[in-house]
């Protein structure tokens, strides 16, 4: 009860504008993604996020984070250095609005990923996926949870990484760190190629 207190608090009270971009502002000003992300977000490389249908709300603080130094990593701190609140909400908001599409991947065994995504590890205390997730990787424009489903792997798979060795900090309450540090690599790739292969709605 507690934890859930603090996690609505933070909602409530991070310093991130949320749902308010021009989709159309953004296209134009989204330029300096495309090289990386796709023109519509739907990008090939999967060491890059997905950012199509993404939540707006928490693309929005990801950017905001990446340029106040909260989320670091050296190719996005530079690129958003020269953004203001109003470009990252249009940014933000222009990508959120584009369409996620399914990732043709059939061939990988994830029975494994699939009972840590809606169990857990209960002999480790790993909570469930599910539980901030939602049953198909999906959330409302939520500024604390990202969309999961239709995700790379390897870009999910770098994103626990980064949450266990604490090179990721950048998440409320260390919900992401407290569940990665348990996870092993084979646990996690098992859950990445999972997500990745969860059905868009």
């Known amino acids: 009860m507690i934890r859930f207190i603090i996690l609505v608090y933070l909602y409530v009270t991070l310093p991130v ?14 330029i300096i993604c495309i090289g990386c992300h796709g023109i519509d977000g739907n990008n090939t490389n999967e060491t890059y996020p997905i950012l199509a ?3 707006e709300a928490y693309l929005t603080k990801q950017l905001n984070d990446f340029k106040t130094g909260k989320r670091q990593e050296e190719h996005m701190s530079s690129m958003v250095e020269a953004l203001t609140i109003s470009d990252i909400s249009d940014v933000s908001s222009y990508f959120a609005t ?5 990732l043709n991947i ?12 809606f169990n857990g590890v209960a002999s480790r205390s790993v909570s469930a996926c599910v ?3 939602k049953n198909v990787g999906n959330t409302i424009n939520n500024i604390l949870y990202p969309i999961l489903a239709g995700q790379h792997s390897v870009y999910i798979q770098k994103a626990l990484k980064e949450f266990r060795s604490g090179k990721r900090h950048n998440d409320p309450d260390k919900t992401m760190r407290n569940i990665a540090t348990k996870l092993t690599n084979k646990e996690i790739k098992a859950v990445a190629d999972y ?6 709605e």
């Open 98 to 102: 584009q369409k996620r599409k399914q």
């Open 106 to 117: 059939t061939n990988k065994n994830t029975k494994q990923g699939e009972q840590i995504y």
């Open 195 to 200: 997500i990745t292969q969860i059905k868009l």
């Open 53 to 55: 249908g993404q939540s």
């Open 17 to 30: 504008a949320i749902a308010n971009g021009d989709p159309i502002q953004g296209k134009a000003k989204a």
């Open 131 to 133: 539980a901030c997730h």
